[in-house]
């Protein structure tokens, strides 16, 4: 079994900023891409930033140039610094990673989301 847990989400400011963490646990071989969507309500989820096990990053054209996403290898974690944030940032967020495990295989998986909230 392969789970991810976030953590890092909270209620801020306009212009402030949080960071996300999400660390994967379980009977994994091998983690390839790790990315962070986000769901507001109403709207449909959508990608944020990803990274691979490489280091290749994509942005949203929304949050490039405020948001960096980094990631350690060793500790099979992937991380979401927000900065400047802004109202519309307000969504949940959540932490998926396309991996390999010992039992499941080739597999995509979700976090259980973490709520942020950006007061104007």
């Known amino acids: 079994q392969v789970q991810l847990v976030e953590s890092g989400g909270g209620l801020v400011h306009s212009g402030g900023s949080l960071r996300l963490s999400c660390a994967a646990s379980g009977s994994i071989f091998k983690i390839n891409t790790m990315g962070w969507y986000r769901q507001a309500p109403g709207k449909q989820r959508e990608l944020v930033a990803s990274?691979?096990?490489?280091?290749?990053?994509n942005y949203a054209d929304s949050v490039q140039g405020r948001f960096t996403i980094s990631r350690d290898n060793a500790k099979n974690t992937v991380y979401l610094q927000m900065n400047s944030l802004k109202p519309e940032d307000t969504a949940v967020y959540y932490c998926?990673?396309?991996?390999?495990?010992?039992?499941?295989?080739?597999?995509?998986?979700w976090g259980q989301g973490t709520q942020v909230t950006v007061s104007s």
């Open positions: 990274i691979t096990s490489g280091g290749r990053i």
């Open positions: 998926n990673a396309d991996l390999v495990g010992l039992v499941t295989g080739s597999a995509s998986v």
